[in-house]
């Protein structure tokens, strides 16, 4: 079977002339990245020199639409002058200082920035790195918490099947595809698994429209907690729309549903928001647009919209409680984590999607977006296009009829071997994945409008229709 967590390495025929392709396939060690590929001279490595707006730039001087914000990140668009400029005068002013007993004014202001965003009495910012350590740093706060209010048996964690949720140990554990996890183990016990929401292949006699369905899926959560006793769970970890798998929107009431379960039984719900959150479901955070109050957000990717690495938890009072007395003390932190130039970085992004109204943009375009993209529904490979805001999954089947998926060479042949090349090759940058069910997946900067949509939608359909007729 197939290491399913690779992304695709893309086959460029040619490079530029400074062999940059060649020394990247010398000395670096690509994340993610099967190398065989390079080692055995099936492709070069993609050399990416520039960004401008919705498009980058290869060092052939070829042009792709980034139509997944290049990692779910790149949400205003590239080449940013002011984002460059509010890190330039950070570095200047003060380049480094850590947050740990010192604070220094970016990070302050930005804490206050995102407790003013953040829904109900989410009103303390721990930050990290990344949305990974986001995780990790969650968790461990949590254990600590009901360790210090006498609790202390209180440890072991839910998440859903499928979802990712980061490599270090902790946030690997929690992560539910067993591919991403079979060279770790043994990874950090007591996370649990439960069924996520996919409404395209949900159990016999529901809807995915229908709370019932909503209701059904939150309750597994329940059960779990029972079956491992609730003295021993202290949290659930959920994305409100599941990126892996490919773009799981909540049904009606879940959340609801999952946020009383977790008032029940005295367990924190952590909404990871790592791709969520700052526009890509319409919103700063998307728990906001569900109306339901998560203890802890965890965030990272378009805080500053990848021009520099930030991430952040942002949890309650409840759960900050114990730490305001006496000797406890969170004994956790990260070298880079608030750092100045990408507190300011945020600051600055965050003034931009103030300024040009992104949230406004989102919600008002990913109706005609969804529509675009749901032509593709006449296209005999294509069995299902969900998500909402800036976020959608196309999941490829074999069947429409039967919604009979691929199996593992197929899958290969078809992700691998063909779409993702031609894809990127006919200019187009998204992702084929296929930990889950085989998906497209589309997050694009969320500057685009109309024309872009078309695009993507004129390349899906090409290359689509040729995909299909190499099975
Ligand atoms: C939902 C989710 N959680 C956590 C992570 C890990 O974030 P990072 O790569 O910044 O550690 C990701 C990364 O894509 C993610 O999508």
């Not at 591919?179 to 809807?207: C, M, Q």
């Not at 791709?275 to 990272?300: E, L, N």
């Not at 992702?431 to 949509?453: C, E, K, N, W, Y």
């Amino acid at each position: 079977m197939g290491y399913k967590m690779t992304t695709t390495p893309q086959l460029v025929t040619s490079s530029g002339n400074d062999g940059m392709a060649r020394r990247a396939q010398d000395n670096l060690w690509m994340h993610f990245t099967r190398h065989s590929v390079y080692e055995d001279g099936l492709g070069q490595v993609p050399i990416i020199v520039r960004g401008e707006g919705e498009y980058f730039f290869d060092d052939r001087g070829k042009r792709y639409l980034d139509g997944i914000s290049s990692l779910f990140t790149v949400q205003l668009g590239h080449g940013r002058e002011e984002l460059a400029e509010a890190a330039a005068k950070q570095m200047k002013e003060l380049a480094y200082f850590p947050v740990w007993s010192y604070a220094h004014p970016r990070a302050v202001e930005l804490a206050e920035r995102l407790v003013d965003l953040a829904p109900g009495d989410l009103n303390r910012v721990f930050f990290t790195s990344s949305g990974g350590e986001a995780i990790e740093s969650a968790w461990k706060a949590i254990k600590q918490h009901f360790k210090l209010v006498g609790k202390p048996m209180k440890h072991k964690a839910i998440s859903r099947y499928v979802a990712y949720h980061g490599t270090p140990q902790g946030a690997l554990s929690l992560t539910g595809i067993p591919d991403a996890k079979k060279f770790f183990e043994p990874l950090v016990p007591g996370s649990i698994r439960v069924p996520n929401t996919n409404p395209y292949r949900l159990p016999e006699g529901y809807d995915a429209a229908d709370e019932r369905f909503g209701i059904w899926a939150a309750d597994r959560i329940e059960e779990a907690i029972i079956m491992e006793g609730p003295e021993t769970v202290c949290a659930v970890f959920l994305e409100p729309v599941q990126n892996s798998g490919g773009c799981f929107v909540p049904p009606p009431g879940y959340l609801q549903r999952v946020r009383e379960i977790c008032d029940q039984y005295d367990v924190f719900m952590v909404a990871d928001e790592t791709i969520c959150a700052f526009g890509r479901i319409g919103d700063y955070f998307s728990m906001s647009r569900f109306g339901v109050t998560p203890d802890i957000i965890t965030c990272a990717k378009g805080m500053t919209s990848g021009y520099a690495p930030l991430g952040a938890m942002i949890v309650n009072e409840r759960l900050f409680e114990p730490f305001r007395h006496g000797t406890n003390t969170f004994l956790h932190g990260y070298t880079w984590a608030g750092h100045p130039v990408s507190s300011a970085v945020a600051l600055a992004a965050l003034d931009i999607y103030e300024r040009d109204g992104i949230m406004e943009h989102v919600r008002k375009n990913e109706g005609p977006f969804f529509d675009t993209i749901s032509k593709l529904h006449d296209l005999p490979i294509v069995g299902d296009v969900r998500g909402m805001g800036y976020f959608y999954g196309i999941e490829l089947v074999k069947d429409k009829i039967t919604k009979e998926t691929f199996n593992d060479d197929e899958a290969e042949r078809l992700l691998r071997g063909f779409l993702s090349k031609e894809l990127f090759e006919a200019g187009l940058y998204c992702r084929a994945d296929d930990r889950g069910d085989p998906v497209i997946q589309l997050a694009p900067t969320l500057t685009m409008d109309q024309s872009h949509f078309d695009t993507m939608e004129q390349i899906l359909r090409d290359v689509l229709t040729r995909a299909w007729a190499i099975l």
